[in-house]
């Protein structure tokens, strides 16, 4: 009977198969991020929810754990929420701009999968801060920031570069150069309260 209902197309019943593909849809995006590689996929199946995950992941993260938040001088919430998604929006309309063949929806979703390097980071730098504050913890913090910024940049520009007219490349990819920098300095930046 649950199957005649499954296949029949019945509002009424729910399957759990849509968000398994939605959830496996994203995992096959986070994997083309990791072992960034020239591919349309990304690009051609687009989504917002990974990168919906991620920003929420990373502005939680960055968020300070004080009691009174209007004192610490860290980002919040919504600041680090408002920073990823403008910044995101203004690169897709500079590479449309510059006549770019890529929609805008692609370049959100490209750029927002691209977060997850900065993101592994920010995880990273919360479970170095709970060691000694020090020189040596700022070294190791520093590097893996450097290092998931430099991921982030390639991973993006895989996915962003050829969508672009040759003789301007560079003026599409140093806007992404400065939304990871900025992203990047948040992170390296923080410290919990």
Request: hydrophobic share 50%; with cysteine.
């Amino acid at each position: 009977m649950a199957k005649a209902a499954e296949s029949s197309g019945d509002p009424g019943t729910t399957s759990p198969r849509p968000l398994m593909r939605d959830l496996k849809a994203v995992g096959k995006k986070f994997m083309h991020v990791l072992y960034p590689r020239k591919s349309n996929t990304l690009l051609r199946d687009w989504d917002l929810w990974g990168p919906l995950i991620l920003c929420v992941t990373l502005a939680l993260m960055l968020q300070r754990s004080s009691i009174d938040s209007e004192k610490d001088g860290g980002p919040q919430f919504a600041e680090v929420f408002v920073i990823v998604w403008f910044g995101a929006v203004t690169i897709t309309l500079n590479s449309k701009l510059l006549g770019g063949n890529i929609s805008f929806f692609q370049s959100l979703c490209v750029l927002g999968y691209c977060i997850l390097p900065l993101t592994v980071a920010m995880l990273v730098c919360r479970l170095v801060l709970l060691a000694e504050p020090g020189p040596i913890n700022f070294m190791v913090r520093l590097f893996v920031v450097v290092v998931m910024f430099a991921w982030s940049i390639v991973a993006s520009t895989a996915f962003l570069a050829d969508s672009q007219p040759p003789n301007r490349k560079a003026l599409a990819i140093y806007p992404v150069f400065l939304f990871y920098f900025v992203i990047s300095w948040m992170i390296l930046t923080f410290t919990p309260q």
